[in-house]
Nanobody
Framework: QLQLVESGGGLVQPGGSLRLSCAASGFTLDYYAIGWFRQAPGKEREGVSCISSRGGRTNYADSVKGRFTISRDNAKNTVYLQMNSLKPEDTAVYYC????????????????WGQGTQVTVSS
């Protein structure tokens, strides 16, 4: 069974940091691009970042550039999203997704999705 599991979410104060993990089971991520998406209450899901299968290409939403870093460790079958300088507007459920192909910020391109992890930025 192909599965993605996110972890690392939680409550953090503004300016704080969190590292999200996306672990795959049932398949190897070696040939999959990974995207991170988020959805805040009452808002549409938006692309946050994506990374190519070998990690050589990354992309970020303008709202997180310079604060978030995506990376992957294919040996551990895991992708990470390091989030620094968090703001209240970063509060959302964060999802990782996998696509057998090119990394993209378009959510409809992705085939496999995790269940999401809640990130809350509040004082």
């Amino acid at each position: 069974q192909l599965q993605l599991v996110e972890s690392g979410g939680g409550l953090v104060q503004p300016g704080g940091s969190l590292r999200l993990s996306c672990a795959a089971s049932g398949f190897t991520l070696d040939y999959y691009a990974i995207g991170w998406f988020r959805q805040a209450p009452g808002k549409e899901r938006e692309g946050v970042s994506c990374i190519s299968s070998r990690g050589g290409r990354t992309n970020y939403a303008d709202s997180v550039k310079g604060r978030f870093t995506i990376s992957r460790d294919n040996a551990k079958n895991t992708v990470y999203l390091q989030m620094n300088s968090l703001k209240p507007e970063d509060t959302a459920v964060y999802y990782c997704a996998a696509v057998f192909g090119i990394a993209t910020m378009r959510d409809y391109e992705y085939n496999y999705w995790g269940q999401g992890t809640q990130v809350t930025v509040s004082s």
